[in-house]
Nanobody
């Protein structure tokens, strides 16, 4: 069974940076599309970035372009989300999600229904 575990969240001041990790077990990144999502309090879960297994293409939503960078380390079976220039509106729980590459989950828009497997989330709080 595929499992995803997020880590790296925390409390950070505006303008700071974080690198979130998504460790994958029970499967290999070579066969998986991975997406990062976030959910602010009282809001819907929204997709922010994804990594397409086939070809290594990445996508990010317009609201985070230039600040969020998704990458992966196949040797560690881990996907990262680098977040720079953090803003209070970035506060929320960040989730990674996976789907087998044949389903073509990583497309724009990045939608949660495309992904079958989910981690438990990691909290990011941006505040002074």
């Amino acid at each position: 069974q595929l499992q995803l575990v997020e880590s790296g969240g925390g409390l950070v001041q505006p303008g700071g940076s974080l690198r979130l990790s998504c460790a994958v077990s029970g499967g290999t990144l070579d066969n998986l599309d991975i997406g990062w999502f976030r959910q602010a309090p009282g809001e819907e879960r929204e997709g922010v970035s994804c990594f397409r297994s086939s070809g290594g293409t990445t996508y990010s939503t317009d609201s985070v372009k230039g600040r969020f960078t998704i990458s992966r380390d196949n040797a560690k079976n881990t996907v990262y989300l680098q977040i720079d220039s953090l803003k209070p509106v970035d506060t929320g729980v960040y989730y990674c999600a996976a789907q087998h590459y044949v389903f073509g989950a990583c497309v724009l828009p990045i939608i949660k229904s495309n992904y079958r497997f989910w981690g438990q989330g990691t909290q990011v709080t941006v505040s002074t």
